[in-house]
């Protein structure tokens, strides 16, 4: 091809005596993590987890950055996590702050407990509730108004009533928890119920399916990807929540914690137990994940939640 | 080997309220007959009521006026006795193939086992013995097409309702599942109502052809050209003699000649 540009013969390939491109191949170039990235493709397992760290490695840097120019109340990350490690299971600072023997674990578990119980009973109620109002219209005009203005209460002024209420023990951080899961579940639950196909419905009853059948078989599967969503919100929200529990009185637990720091200013040991608490959260969140993967199996790879 | 049923629709009369406000008669005092075994084809254009009979013959939409009764009882709501196919995909994607086929043999009173082992039967008939444990989404639109013929005729309902069931399926998909279906009928026997928009369909599979125009019937026409009906079959006098009458009723011919000028560009 000697009359064409040499641009148009083989852009990335080198062109054999016939004019056929035998190799198509862009040379490889040694080049940065970003490019490799975009070659191998942002949805590649690879390709997600190099951002991730990009992502991770300019959190620390930022943070370093910000512990220099700030001092003593931004402590660097390397310190923290030396806090970390120096905390977990056994802890003076804790001692001397007149709270239990134990580091930083037990009052990490307490939380984490209070957390997945105060979400297992919401969700149990507000799965209930959200079925009961789509299957029978009355529970439904009874309900509505009720969710409506619990939906729309701001937690800072829930939360002292159910202390006032409960006390300052972990029923009233598990009743609160509790109490915003069943109102978000029940939401989720009742739009996952109507948005479930009718065309459905049809074919089931005239398989001769009964109002069990029809639950169990039908709506259930059919509403659960959405309802897990309705999880993960809840889950998300139910972390701050019992902190928020805590911090306003209790005897344990991570807020308990971070109030008897904040008086001693003890900033790297408060972002030591909130870096812990994401991390359970993640967790935590991770499982849920597992469970949703598992539940929407049968759903196209294209079609399912993110 | 079990039998179909006989049905017999009464003055059925079925009106909906418009959004605007006015009322549509999808139905309009319709009187017919359908005899046991029997494979009628209900053939008309969109929106004149076939769809509306069918469903109401399955209990799913309640008339307004008149009865419908199958097998001497009156329909009042949907029964495994009635099994339906309808046109949109409803094969339920939660459940594997073999619980799909299951689900009414579950409900009809079958242990787990029991149900796994006729549904097996019908998926070997069906040609998809191999994809009992497959997920739907990883079927073809034609082999959910036959996972729920299979579903219905495993319950054993002596009536079985199409409603277009291959409307969304391609040319040569659809010729294969003609042959399954009139093989599955003649073996079994059931009374099979079929709605479709398209003529030759009717042609190729119907004893009986019922044409409905404006929620009634306008005719009713019985097709005695012998099986299996290929293409020479569907060009003999008696096909012509019967898509003639078709096209008649349906105006067609009207459709297809517009006047000169009658097309706005």
């Known amino acids: ?306 | 080997m079990s039998t179909g049923v006989s049905i017999e629709v009464r003055g059925a009369s079925c009106r909906f309220r418009h959004v605007s406000g006015n009322t549509i008669d999808a139905l309009a005092g319709v009187d017919v007959s359908f005899a046991p075994g029997e494979f009628v084809c209900l053939v008309g254009r969109s929106g004149h009521g076939k769809s509306t009979l069918l469903r109401a013959i399955a209990g799913l939409t309640p008339l307004t006026e008149g009865v419908v009764r199958v097998g001497g009882e009156r329909v009042q709501g949907p029964s495994l006795q009635r099994g339906m196919v309808f046109q949109d995909d409803t094969v339920f994607p939660w459940m594997r193939v073999i619980d799909n086929v299951a689900f009414g043999l579950r409900n009809k009173g079958l242990t787990r086992s029991q149900a796994a082992s006729v549904a097996n039967e019908w998926l070997e008939s069906v040609e998809l013995a191999d994809f009992s444990d497959s997920w739907p989404r990883e079927l073809s639109g034609g082999m959910r097409k036959r996972v729920a013929i299979a579903t219905v005729f495993a319950t054993e309902a002596p009536l079985l309702l199409m409603d277009e069931p291959f409307g969304a399926l391609d040319f040569v998909t659809r010729l294969s599942l003609y042959g399954l279906l009139t093989d599955l009928w003649r073996k079994t026997g059931r009374t099979i109502i079929f709605v479709t928009h398209d003529i030759e369909e009717a042609l190729i599979l119907a004893d009986r052809i019922l044409v409905i125009k404006d929620g009634g019937i306008a005719d009713d026409l019985r097709v005695s050209l012998p099986r299996p009906r290929d293409e020479d079959m569907r060009a003999s006098p008696e096909a012509v003699a019967i898509t003639k009458t078709i096209t008649r009723h349906l105006g067609l011919a009207e459709l297809l000649n517009r006047r000169s000028g009658e097309t706005q560009l």
């Open chain 1, 1 to 306: 091809m000697p009359d064409l540009p040499r641009k148009l013969q083989a852009p990335f390939g080198v062109s054999s005596p016939s004019g056929a491109v035998t190799s198509t191949r862009r040379p490889a170039r040694s080049g940065v993590a970003l490019r490799s990235v975009f070659r191998i493709g942002i949805d590649a397992p690879l390709g997600r987890l190099l951002l991730s760290l990009i992502g991770l490695a300019l959190t620390l840097g930022l943070w370093q950055l910000a512990s220099e120019l700030v001092g003593r109340y931004m402590p660097p990350p390397r310190a923290v996590l030396d806090n970390i490690l120096g905390n977990l299971f056994e802890s003076r600072r804790l001692n001397g702050l007149g709270l239990p023997d134990g580091g930083y674990m037990p009052h990490l578990l307490y939380t984490t407990w209070n957390v997945t119980l105060g979400v297992s009973i919401g969700v149990s109620i507000g799965v209930v509730t959200g079925l009961a109002s789509w299957r029978w219209r009355l529970v439904d005009e009874i309900t509505d108004p009720i969710i409506t203005i619990f939906g729309t209460l701001p937690i800072l002024v829930a939360a002292p009533f159910f202390l006032i209420w409960f006390g300052l023990v972990a029923f009233a951080q598990v009743s609160l928890v509790a109490f915003y899961a069943a109102v978000i579940l029940h939401l989720y639950t009742l739009r996952a119920a109507r948005n479930v196909d009718p065309r459905y419905r049809d074919y089931a009853l005239t398989l001769g399916a009964n109002d069990r059948a029809l639950f169990r078989r039908i709506m259930v599967p059919a509403a659960l990807p959405e309802v897990v969503g309705g999880i993960r919100i809840a889950l998300a929200a139910a972390w701050g929540l019992a902190a928020i529990a805590e911090l306003l009185g209790a005897q344990f637990g991570v807020g308990r914690v971070i109030v008897s720091l904040t008086a001693v200013y003890d900033v790297e040991s408060i972002m030591a137990l909130v870096l812990l608490l994401s991390g359970f959260a993640v967790l935590m969140d991770l499982l849920v994940l597992a469970g949703r993967a598992w539940a929407t199996r049968w759903m196209p790879r294209e079609g399912r939640p993110t």
